[in-house]
Each structure stands twice: as C-alpha cells, then as structure tokens.
C-alpha cells in the first residue's frame, strides 16, 4: 500500500511540472511583447528595453522558466500585468468564491447522484429507471448557461427569491456570498448530477448482476443490506473517477456560470485575463487547474483503495 501511495504522489509531481512546463512554453509562444503590451505602442525602444531587463524577458528562456517556478513552490505567481497587485493574492481570494460553490455543489450533485443511481439500477426497464434515465439525459444535452438562464428567468425575474447576479467584490465576506451560491449551485449540480448518475446506475447494475451479490441473496441476505454493504462499495469504484473529473471541473472554475451570474470565482478571474491579455494570471490558473486535477484524481484513486481490499495489497481489480 505505501509503494503504490509513494508511487502516485510521484505521478502527480511529475504530472504537474509536466503541466508546468507546456504551460510557461504556450505563454511564451503567444505572439506579441509584454514589455510593450505594459507601456503601450508608443513607448520608446529604450523604456521597453529597460523593463524587459526589468522583467527578466531579457534571460534565456530556461532561466525565466526555473525562476518562475521556483516563485510558483514558494506560492508566488508573479505580478499582475493590469493591477500590479501580486497574482497570488488575488487568485486565492477568487479561489475561495469557486470554492464556496463547487463544495455546496458537490455535497448536492453527489449525493444525489448516487440515491438516483442506485434506484435506476435497481429498478432497471421499470418506470423509476426511465423517469431517472429521461432527466438524466435532458441533463447531458442542456448546457450549463441554458439552465443558469432559465434559473434566472424563474427565480429572479418570475419570482424574485434569489440575486440574478452578484453585485459584491472579489473580497466580499463569505457570509454576503452566500445568497449567490444558490442558483449556480443548482445550475452546476444539474448538469455535473446527469454524468455521475449514468455511470452509478451502469455500475449498480452490473455489480447487482454478480456472482458474490447472487451468493448474498442466497444466504437469504436482505436486499437492502446486500446493496449497502456488498454492491454499493464495489459500484462506486469506477464511479469515483467521474466524480473526480466533474470536481476537477469544478474548482478549476466554470467560467460559463460564473459569468452568467458574474460570479467573482476563478472562471471570471480567467475570463477577465484572457481580455486583458494578463499573462501572469493565466499562468497561474492553468496551473493550479493542473494542480487540482491531479489531486482530485490522486484522491480517486485512494478511495478506490480503501473501497477496494485487494488494491490495498498490491493485487490488482480484474475488472
């Protein structure tokens, strides 16, 4: 167990200096001069030389690249190009409003997704599986701006319960954030519910259609506890992947919901650089949307571990 712990935090540094790496050469690929981009197209050769040499844009390319992620270990994004205010700073604060909702977000859709799941599988081909089933496919063809639009339309305008948009800053405290949680919560649970709901019935079903639940049953085994305590841990094993690629979406920042409720989260921090070409600020949240998938997935695979015994003793699933 402590081998194949060791051996994927491994995977995971390698996979983010990786990441690292093809995000810094991309940067650098795009076309244009910071230095020039800062002081305007009228500036002098000689005052956008000094600021290259300022910059460091002047060094070789791998030189800039181990500095800047030598400041990334330590936390430190670099500068703003448009504030001049550290990147860190304000991506943490951002990074906190995403959180507030890709948590409410999870605790809803999972849940949800997993009661919903297990029902479908277990009344497979009757009426609460194709009730599930039909929601479930709505959910996947809707996109999450249409439904964030509609929440809108009949929670705000129709009945004027909750914000259709946030009006607070970034540093707003949590407690003023939390009315506008409410409808991009709903809108992201949604869709992030439809994906995770398939995979638990799929799993429900074929887990329910083994030999070990078939031998359970015979021992005269409750239906109730043969799900809990014999199907239901060996269906969530391929359902934990999903589950991490949906949070993975998530924290990364959704920038299509943030927007449409002009959320102050990492999605409109991303959007607000790629307008204003703030190239440190995109560095850093590519980088820890890397960050995130690699632990969400890191955290996949240790449940699956403690769900899965034999994972635990080296041996590998044969499913």
Known sequence: MLFYVTRRLLSAVVTVLLASIMVFAAVQLLPGDVATQVLGQDATPEAVAALREQMGLDQP???????WIAGVVQGDFGVSLVSGEAVAATLWLHLRNTMLIAVAT???????????????????????????????????????????????????????????????????????????IVLPTIALSVVMTAYIVRMTRTSVIDVMASEFVTTARLKGIGTARVVVRHALPSALLPTLNVIAMNVAWLVGGVAVVENVFNYPGIGQLMLEAVHNRDLPVLQAIAVLSAVVYVLCNL???????????????????SR
């Open 61 to 67: 390319a791998v030189l800039r690249f181990l500095d």
């Open 106 to 180: 999870v605790a809803v859709a999972v849940t949800a997704s997993i009661v919903l799941g297990v029902l479908a599988g277990l009344y497979r081909d009757r009426w609460p599986d194709t009730v599930i089933s039909t929601l479930t496919l709505v959910g996947m063809s809707v996109p999450e701006f249409v439904v964030a639009t509609l929440l809108v339309l009949a929670l705000s305008i129709t009945v004027p319960v909750l914000p259709a948009v946030v009006l607070d800053e970034a540093s707003a405290p949590v407690a003023d954030l939390l009315p506008a």
């Open 299 to 317: 955290a996949a695979d240790l449940g699956a571990m403690a769900l899965n015994p034999r994972l635990r003793t080296g041996e590998r699933s």
